[in-house]
């Protein structure tokens, strides 16, 4: 059974700065592209940034490119997202996701690339 846990997640005001980890067991991590996604109320849940098995390539969102660095740490089996100069528009749920398919990597986070995925953790940036 797969099981992916966010952490991280907090209020923060804007300009500063968050660290997001998702820890995953049950699968074989290092060999899946991993993601995160976040969801605004009312808003369709988007990608973020992904990172494929080997952490040699990623991918990032327009809106949090330069801002956002995913890593990832395969002997620990857990995902980061570093986020700086946070925007109250970054205000989200976040969700981390594992692929659905090993050695796959999609180029972009798309949701249909993703089979398990987290509860989310809430990140809330005031003005």
């Known amino acids: 059974q797969v099981q992916v846990v966010e952490s991280g997640g907090g209020l923060v005001q804007a300009g500063g700065s968050l660290r997001l980890s998702c820890t995953v067991s049950?699968?074989?991590?290092?060999?899946?592209?991993m993601g995160w996604f976040r969801q605004a109320p009312g808003q369709e849940r988007e990608g973020v940034s992904c990172i494929n098995w080997s952490g040699a390539l990623t991918d990032y969102s327009y809106s949090v490119e330069g801002r956002f660095t995913i890593s990832r740490d395969n002997a620990k089996n857990t995902l980061y997202l570093q986020m700086i100069s946070l925007k109250p528009e970054d205000t989200a749920n976040y969700y981390c996701a594992v692929g659905a398919d090993p050695y796959f990597f999609g180029g972009v986070c798309k949701t249909a690339d993703f089979r398990h995925w987290g509860q989310g953790t809430d990140v809330t940036v005031s003005s």
């Open positions: 049950g699968l074989t991590f290092d060999r899946y592209t």
